[in-house]
């Protein structure tokens, strides 16, 4: 049996690289797209979907508010794959209580890992009401207090190695699957394997995923400079001025930090 889905993102390059991906699995039938949170109450409400993927940051009626106004409603809840940025607290509400979450920029693989949980629930019929009212009371509840970060970073160069202070951290990249990390003055290549494992060991406020290849210490951004089809870039003030593309996934967040 197909499985009805539908994909709600304000964003239209999200809405079409998620769609893209989603072309790889036959069992997936793309019944309608929504802009926004009303939409998305909407294009339920229409088309009584098996699956919606649903952004969760969005102007007006947010993803959560989406889940909000459908239980208000009484209208039946497809399953939820919600697409989000890095928020660890509601990572680990959806983990419970969502079919699955997908962070952007979109990874091919992630997306695969939901289709099939989300092929699961509806194959066996299993119903997503419980567990979204359940969200909707986590989201609610107070944050609990982040467990604390690792000051020090280890960097190799040289046949030697250095310990910095993670605020001293410019920026990240990875490339041939070794991450190197620069600060104003130096580099070197990081004992962390993936971008996500660094991530996760600083502080989330400060250090954002500009792309999938780079994450980048916000206070130490020098200036954004418009770029290729309304994307931008980010000169950081390491010496070097080095350049980190913004993805396009990720030009919403910057607009946040910057104000724009």
């Not at 999200?14 to 072309?23: F, I, P, V």
């Not at 467990?147 to 410019?170: H, N, Y």
């Not at 000169?235 to 593309?245: L, Q």
């Amino acid at each position: 049996m197909p499985i009805n889905t539908i994909i709600v993102d304000d964003e239209r390059p999200a809405r079409e690289e998620l769609a893209y991906l989603l072309k790889a699995f036959p069992e997936i039938n793309i019944v309608a797209q929504g802009k926004n949170g009303l939409d998305a109450v909407n294009l339920i409400k229409e088309h009584a979907p098996d699956l919606v993927f649903l952004d969760v940051q969005m102007p007006g009626l947010d993803g959560f508010g989406v889940i909000k106004r459908l239980v208000e409603k009484k209208i039946k809840s497809p399953q939820i794959v919600f697409a989000t940025a890095f928020d660890e607290y509601a990572v680990q509400a959806f983990e419970v209580n969502a079919v699955d979450y997908v962070l952007k920029p979109f990874d091919k693989g992630r997306v695969a890992k939901a289709v099939q949980r989300a092929k699961k629930m509806v194959e066996a019929n299993a119903s997503p009401v419980e567990r979204l009212e359940t969200l909707i009371e986590n989201l609610g509840a107070p944050k609990a207090v982040a467990s604390a970060k690792p000051v020090k970073l280890l960097l190799k160069s040289q046949q030697k190695m250095f310990l910095v202070d993670a605020d001293q951290l410019v920026y990240a990249s990875i490339q041939d699957g070794a991450i190197t990390i620069f600060t104003r003055d130096s580099e070197g290549v990081s004992n962390y394997r993936t971008i996500e494992e660094l991530q996760a060991s600083l502080d989330s406020e400060r250090f954002w995923r500009a792309h999938r290849s780079y994450l980048v210490n916000i206070d130490h951004i020098k200036e954004v400079v418009p770029w290729f089809k309304s994307s931008y870039m980010l000169k950081m003030d390491d010496k070097r001025a080095s350049e980190v593309p913004v993805s396009r996934a990720q030009t919403r967040r910057l607009r946040e930090l910057t104000k724009m």
